[in-house]
């Protein structure tokens, strides 16, 4: 211990200078999110409740004609339903059947490979049993003149600005006061001047513009925003987009597809037009939803049956059509609901050959 001594004292000695570092109390802690690299990773929730996330560059731009890489590997009976591009940092606000809200970091949602079906979403939220996702939203900032617009199946409808979701709670937080037997259906961000329809299982839709829904707090219960038979229901949200079409089921496995100009503006709390005739032959309306050139659509039976198809190969025709056959149905079957297939689609290599001659 003396020799080690004298070499120290030597050592400050012949080297020594004054202290150039400060030294500082300091409260600043490191996050978790300060040690997550930003950077685009595409989101995927599977109609089974599987989530995952992937780096974007996964999916390299190809030349026209090529195969399209898979989004995920899912069970047969399962398939990609919510798909969307997100920063590292972003926050996803996933709303339940049962009106609640849940905040996810995207980093928070464990990356895994294009063969991976990801993790059970009951594994990450605290869903309740019988409890599922029904509408992801990514948000990068809640900006002040943002809002939440939702709709529930018994025709209520609510907006509430996007700051009220800003403070995140681990178990979740109650976005819709909902009665009982009702359920959410869906939720989208709007600007405060955008247009909303609402569309039922009677085959009508109201259009409206959202300044007929005045802002409400996060515990109010909503107003009504399409009147409707007492044995119909809300079945979709949509924020009509120029140049899109709305595209209608029926429980029979009829559809078509119509342009969203087709349907006019018209006042909160109507009954609204006619969005596909609902007849003993084609039965009530099961699912719409708002689609773009190129897009693909899932349709789902009460059996568990899976029948993908493009919305290329699906008539267009006016609202107050019965549509053509989507699906064939055995008798006791009957279409419960439809989904938009945003993932890539794979082609065929006849296709591809078609392509290249």
Request: aromatic residues 4%; glycine residues 8%.
């Amino acid at each position: 211990m003396e020799v080690i001594r004298e070499e120290l004292e030597a050592i400050v000695t012949e080297y020594a200078d004054a202290r150039r570092t400060e030294i500082m109390a300091s409260q600043q802690d490191l996050t978790v999110a300060d040690l997550i690299t930003e950077e685009d990773m595409v989101l995927t929730i599977s109609h089974g409740g599987y989530a995952k996330t992937q780096p974007l560059d996964a999916y390299q731009a190809q030349r026209r004609g090529g195969k399209g890489k898979s989004a995920t590997a899912v069970k047969d009976e399962d398939f990609v339903e919510h798909l969307l591009i997100a920063n590292t940092h972003d926050t996803v606000l996933c709303f339940t059947s049962r009106g609640k809200v849940y905040w996810l970091k995207v980093y928070e949602i464990p990356p895994a490979s294009r063969t991976s079906r990801g993790r059970p979403l009951v594994n990450i939220l605290p869903l309740e049993e019988g409890e599922r996702i029904n509408t992801i939203l990514p948000v990068k900032e809640f900006d002040e003149d943002r809002f939440i617009f939702m709709a529930t199946a018994q025709g209520t409808v609510k907006k509430t600005p996007l700051q009220s979701f800003a403070r995140p709670r681990s178990t979740g937080l109650i976005a819709l006061d909902i009665v009982e037997g009702d359920c959410l259906v869906g939720a989208a961000i709007t600007n405060g001047n955008d247009d909303v329809m609402l569309v039922t299982s009677a085959g009508k839709a109201v259009r409206f513009n959202e300044q007929d829904v005045r802002p409400m707090g996060r515990t109010a219960r909503g107003v009504r925003g399409v009147k409707m038979p007492e044995d119909a229901a809300v079945i979709s949200l949509i924020i009509p987009q120029p140049g899109s079409k709305i595209l209608t089921a029926s429980e029979k496995g009829f559809g078509k597809q119509t342009a969203v100009e087709d349907f006019p503006l018209r006042g909160r709390g109507g009954q609204g037009v006619i969005a596909m005739q609902c007849t003993e032959r084609n039965g009530a309306l099961a699912g719409a939803v708002q689609i773009f050139s190129g897009d693909g659509v899932m349709l789902i039976s009460n059996r568990g049956t899976l029948v993908r198809t493009r919305t290329d190969e699906i008539s267009v025709l006016g609202r107050n059509t019965q549509g053509v056959m989507l699906i064939r149905l055995s008798d006791d079957e009957k279409l419960v609901g439809l989904a938009r297939i945003e993932e890539p689609e794979e082609e065929s290599e006849e296709e591809q050959v078609a392509d290249e001659s």
